[in-house]
């Protein structure tokens, strides 16, 4: 039985050194506090307005879009995923809607602004986006009152609840109207849903009659299938293009969202400058110690 | 009497439509996939798609080879994590597990299976990655933390065909190199194993195709970054990750090229099960 073994101990032997080798060459390319930038996926809202405000996205002269995201940034499909990220990794660094803020991360304040629901809305804190609702024509009564219940002071105060900060067309004025019944299709961006969803309870208790079927895809889809007359709001997360103007459609802000830029609570930064983000964001600061003697002076 | 034939003919023809079902479906998707796919990689070019190192939707370039690579490196690292375990968790079943043990062990092997990949993903994100940033740095996830958690992912199918096809072995070999005065662990390696070998290949080339085609879990503790790995901490970005992060946005040529990618998955999906078959065929 020894010499038996004997075969496959010499194999496992050598297949055991081979591994701690392997764990030791990769093992020294560790650099204690490298940022390990977290990043949304192509195509994703809250990566479009992020980059676009943090101008880590510019239009050039020849039409094409540059891109100048980390190549080594890490890639997430969901917010949910961000924030796990961040929480356990001290050394992270993300970005989020305001709204999905909680106390496992903590938000950094840009330029020295705090992301705060007020300062997103006196202007001071840049880093916000419009969420808004689209329609194609304002005949049908439903949609018609939806939306005034949405703009009162009532249907504000259903967004300001959530975190997201009030739109400027909303109205002092509290919501009056009444339908009987009626049925409308809400479509489109993810990220603004869970303020759409808080709202159509708000409205239904008032409206029992009326049903608002909701569905959940994203801008782009949004606002094309109200263009083709499929649903009758559409919502977006970001601005409307030329060529969906074009179609006929009037976009409504119902809500501005600022987006927060996170890292882990340990995390000894408070503060960093626009130019700070955009340079971890592109890749040209890779390490903490480069931030924080920054910005302690 | 003639009731009866009516019975047994419409029973054949009910037959006959269930097992055309599944075979349309196959045939309908291979039709979707090449024909929404095939033009797409004409139209970037065969060779910039298969090897292009830069994948950049917003300017329309579209270079697959990274998530080619990610693909390869993270199954084989899941086969290097994978197997081993496997088989000899097969091997500990099917000739030396005590009865009271195997009672627990069978169904723990059969639940492992039945867990949806999402919780796997969750329990790499929670639990593997923090080990794995703790002990080599960095974020935690790529290369390493997709293979182990793919490794461990692809265990059932690797054990259940691998115990099934041990057991297939006649008894009689065993009693035979026992007889002829090996110990129980040299019958069992020497003589049990070899017999079964085609059966345990069978098990590890599902299981490959298991690991190649796994998205929800990979997703996330993978990085998903669209670059070619440099190392084995490096994060990647497989072909089903690529699909399901992108498809949701992408419009034109963009969406045709991550079908494309489909395609190419499709094809290797294909080679594994061929391989699969030629190791059956040889079997018998």
Known sequence: MTYVNGGIMKQLRIFAILLLVTVLVTGCGYSGDMID??????????????????????????????????????VTNSTAVVMLTVSEDKNAIGYISMGSLNDSVKAVDINGVAPTAENVKNGTYEVSRPFLIAVRDRENAVVEDFISYILSSDGQQVVEA???????????????????????????????????????????????????????????????????????????SRELKTS?????????????????????????????????????????????????????? | MENNQVKERGMKILFLIAACASILAVVLICLFLFANGLPAIFEIGPGKFLLGTKWDPTNNVYGILPMIVGSLYVTAGAIIVG??????????????????????????????????SIVYGFFGLVALVPIIRNLFGGSGKGILTASIL??????????????????????????????????????????????????IFAGIVLGIGRAIGETMAVIMVAGNTAVMPTSILSM????????????????????EALIATGVVLFIFILIINLCFALIKKKEA
């Open chain 1, 162 to 236: 959530l975190g997201y900060v009030s739109s400027e067309d909303g109205s002092e004025a509290r919501y009056t109207g009444y339908v009987k019944s009626g049925r409308i299709t809400v479509a489109g961006s993810s990220s603004v849903t869970p303020v759409m969803e808080a709202l159509k309870e708000a409205y239904i208790k008032r409206n029992p009659g009326v049903e608002i079927e909701i569905q959940q895809s994203d801008s782009t889809t949004g606002l094309t299938t109200v263009a083709e007359g499929i649903s009758d709001i559409g919502m977006s």
């Open chain 2, 83 to 116: 197997v081993p375990i496997g088989v000899l968790t097969a091997v500990f079943m099917a000739e030396f597990c005590p009865p009271k043990l195997y009672k627990i062990m069978k169904p723990a092997v059969e639940l492992l299976a039945g867990i949806p």
């Open chain 2, 150 to 199: 793919l490794g461990i992912m692809i265990l059932p199918t690797i054990i259940s065909i691998s115990e099934s096809a041990l057991r297939a072995v006649p008894r009689s070999y065993y009693e035979g190199a026992v007889g002829l005065g090996a110990t129980k662990e040299r019958a069992v390696f020497f003589t049990m194993v070899p017999a079964a070998k085609s059966g």
């Open chain 2, 236 to 255: 990647v970005r497989t072909m089903t990750a690529n699909i399901v992060l992108e498809m949701g946005y992408a419009t034109d040529l963009h969406r």
């Open chain 1, 37 to 74: 930038v977290v990043s949304r996926e192509d195509g994703s809202g809250t990566r479009g307005a992020f980059s676009e405000i943090f101008k880590i996205t510019q239009k050039q002269d020849d039409g094409t879009v540059l891109d100048s995201t980390y190549d080594n940034a890490e």
């Open chain 1, 244 to 297: 969906e103007t074009d179609k006929g459609i009037i976009p409504i802000t119902i809500a501005y969202d600022g987006l927060a830029i996170i890292v882990n609570p340990e995390n000894p930064v408070d503060n960093l400058t626009k130019e700070q983000v955009y340079d971890i964001f592109t890749g040209k600061i890779t390490g903490w110690n480069e931030i924080s003697t920054d910005t302690t002076e």
